[in-house]
T-cell receptor, first 111, second 110 residues
Framework: DVKVTQSSRYLVKRTGEKVFLECVQD?????MFWYRQDPGLGLRLIYF???????EKGDIPEGYSVSREKKERFSLILESASTNQTSMYLC??????????FGPGTRLTVT | EDQVTQSPEALRLQEGESSSLNCSYT??????LFWYRQDPGKGPEFLFT???AGEEKEKERLKATLTKKESFLHITAPKPEDSATYLC???????????FGPGTRLSVLP
């Protein structure tokens, strides 16, 4: 079974803090993705990576950065958290051209 | 621009009452269409991939079909445990990204 894990299920941070969200997959997938999901807005792609050290901006990259130093791990960084970044964050991974498998999500609240 | 719409936004069924969910898409060259199930507070769970018009996939009470402009997820004799949000996504030939629809929230009442 494919397994995608995320470092935290729930996270509460203060405005201005630097936040790290980590994602690990165990299927040797080339592609990894970070999404945020908000009521009424659906799933929106923040960043994705198709290889180690490679990254591409998605639809809403502003305020976020990513890091992929190892194939199995993809980190999302909020450089200075703001209240409008309160959301559910979902990580996914896939082989080239195939279905994405999602992690359980991290519910981030920024106060 | 690639787009995905889903209808209805929400659907309430009685247990055993069969129905269909619709996913309409616009994409410049379809590589694949994907169906997911999402329970509240959890990540989406992969259900099916469809690659070409006329293709069908089945899993328990669910059957997904594909035409050149839309896909249907047919639910036969649903049970309360089928209650979830069902998401549809498309992947274009030229990229690795998915475009997700807004989802259909299904409630099956006992």
């Amino acid at each position: 079974d494919v397994k995608v894990t995320q470092s935290s299920r729930y996270l509460v941070k203060r405005t201005g803090e630097k936040v790290f969200l980590e994602c690990v997959q165990d299927m040797d997938h080339e592609n990894m993705f970070w999404y945020r999901q908000d009521p009424g807005l659906g799933l929106r792609l923040i960043y994705f990576s198709y290889d180690v050290k490679m990254k591409e901006k998605g639809d809403i990259p502003e305020g976020y950065s990513v890091s992929r130093e190892k194939k199995e791990r993809f980190s999302l960084i909020l450089e200075s958290a703001s209240t409008n970044q309160t959301s559910m964050y979902l990580c996914a991974s896939s082989y080239f051209g195939t279905e994405q498998y999602f992690g359980p999500g991290t519910r981030l609240t920024v106060t | 621009e690639d787009q995905v719409t889903q209808s209805p936004e929400a659907l309430r069924l009685q247990e055993g009452e069969s129905s269909s969910l619709n996913c309409s898409y616009t994409v410049s060259g379809l590589r694949g269409l994907f169906w997911y199930r999402q329970d509240p507070g959890k990540g989406p769970e992969f259900l099916f991939t469809l690659y070409s018009a006329g293709e069908e996939k089945e899993k328990e009470r669910l059957k997904a079909t594909l035409t050149k402009k839309e896909s249907f997820l047919h639910i036969t004799a649903p049970k309360p445990e089928d209650s979830a949000t069902y998401l549809c996504a498309v992947q274009a030939e030229y990229g690795q990204n998915f475009v997700f629809g807004p989802g259909t929230r299904l409630s099956v009442l006992p």
